[in-house]
């Protein structure tokens, strides 16, 4: 789908893409040809699109062995992959934060920059085979950065914990109408086991999202700051900050947690 064709529709449809959701819509396809290659999509797979806009996606994933549903919030776009393409797929029309996800093997979708960390964080809630999404640059480098970097944050460190992830290719705003300020990038997501284990996984990922909320602060006290554990307290790297240890440092803190608030909830 070029720009052409891209300003076309939206005449047609009365579509006005919203800055508020973040809609811009893909026209170069050999991106698009990509994105759908690098999901390897099996006979027989059940895809999941969130937010098919256009279609620029949805018409190839058609064409591919597997099964389609996509959810998508707004009226006007999902009246148009509804009239588009009837039956051919299975159209939920709502948001995709709130509503649940169908069982499926890809995730395969254009994420809004608006709801990408919901949807991401959503997303590692559920089994499937694999997953690739097309975020903005500076998302897409929360995702895979390394300790110590300013982009090493819960993304971060949830995603490293369900998942391999990586960068497959960068797409510049010129690939997108509207344009957008910035550039995209093309992400895989692979489910796996967990490089280490840990105790409780509630404790660790609530140590994750306090921590890095006060990311500044040294352990010990973004921790006593949320009540996690009374004043006092030695825990592991706990003058330590969050941004500087690495996911299976920080499991060794939630196991301390853990164990401290055990003990005292049976005194």
Do not use: W
């Amino acid at each position: 789908m070029s720009k052409g064709e891209t300003g076309r529709l939206m005449a047609e449809t009365g579509i006005v893409p919203r800055k508020s959701r973040g809609q811009n819509f893909l026209t170069d396809g050999r991106v698009a040809d990509r994105h759908i290659k690098y999901a390897e999509i099996e006979k027989g797979d059940r895809v999941l699109e969130v937010g098919p806009g256009l279609g620029v996606l949805t018409k190839r994933l058609l064409e591919t062995e597997g099964t389609l549903t996509c959810i998508e919030l707004d009226e006007t776009l999902a009246d148009y992959i509804e009239g588009e393409y009837g039956d051919r797929l299975t159209l939920i029309r709502g948001d995709a934060v709130k509503v649940p996800f169908p069982e499926f093997d890809r995730f395969v979708s254009n994420l809004p920059y608006s709801v990408s960390t919901p949807i991401i964080f959503k997303l590692l809630e559920y089994p499937f085979k694999k997953g690739v999404v097309m975020v903005q640059q500076e998302f897409g480098d929360r995702m895979v950065a390394d300790v110590g970097s300013p982009d090493y944050s819960r993304l971060t460190v949830n995603l490293f914990y369900r998942a391999e992830c990586e960068i497959l290719e960068h797409v510049p705003a010129s690939a997108f109408k509207p344009q957008p300020k910035v550039d995209s990038c093309l992400v895989s997501i692979t489910p796996r086991p967990a490089p280490f284990t840990v105790e409780d996984e509630p404790t660790f990922f609530k140590v994750v999202e306090v921590c890095f909320s006060q990311r500044r602060k040294k352990i010990s006290t973004a921790l006593k700051n949320a009540g996690m554990i009374p004043k006092g307290t030695d825990i592991p790297y706990g003058d330590e900050r969050i941004e500087h240890l690495r996911p299976v440092e920080i499991a060794e803190i939630a196991d301390a947690v853990f164990r401290l608030r055990s003990l005292r909830a049976n005194l």
